[in-house]
């Protein structure tokens, strides 16, 4: 059984950072791709990035470009988001998330098989 856990959310001013976490279990993830996705109050759930759990260029939505990383711990079988430059635009539910589709379908919230059950990250003006 797949499970994915997230931490690291929390409250931060804006122009602060943070790390997400999502530590990984119950799958031999390397032919996976893992994903970021966020969800904000009243809003539909929205891709952050993605990259592909054996590495290669991860992928970003344009509003989080140049400000968030995705990266891999291999020993520990976690993946992390980390989060610089924080705007009040920032604060959501972050979720992360699994599946086996092609490059040109990672944005795709529908795509991905196995979810986390998501971590608050809130962004104070």
């Known amino acids: 059984q797949v499970q994915l856990v997230e931490s690291g959310g929390g409250l931060v001013q804006a122009g602060g950072s943070l790390r997400l976490s999502c530590a990984a279990s119950?799958?031999?993830?390397?032919?996976?791709?893992v994903g970021w996705f966020r969800q904000a109050p009243g809003k539909e759930r929205e891709f952050v990035s993605a990259?592909?759990?054996?590495?290669?260029?991860?992928d970003y939505a344009d509003s989080v470009k140049g400000r968030f990383t995705i990266s891999r711990d291999s020993a520990k079988d976690t993946v992390f988001l980390e989060m610089n430059t924080l705007k009040p635009e920032d604060t959501a539910v972050y979720y992360c998330?699994?599946?086996?589709?092609?490059?040109?379908?990672?944005?795709?919230?529908?795509?991905?098989?196995?979810w986390g059950q998501g971590t608050q990250v809130t962004v104070s003006s």
């Open positions: 998330a699994v599946t086996r589709v092609v490059r040109s379908s990672w944005r795709d919230v529908g795509q991905y098989y196995y």
């Open positions: 990259r592909r759990w054996s590495g290669g260029y991860p």
């Open positions: 119950g799958g031999a993830f390397s032919s996976y791709t």
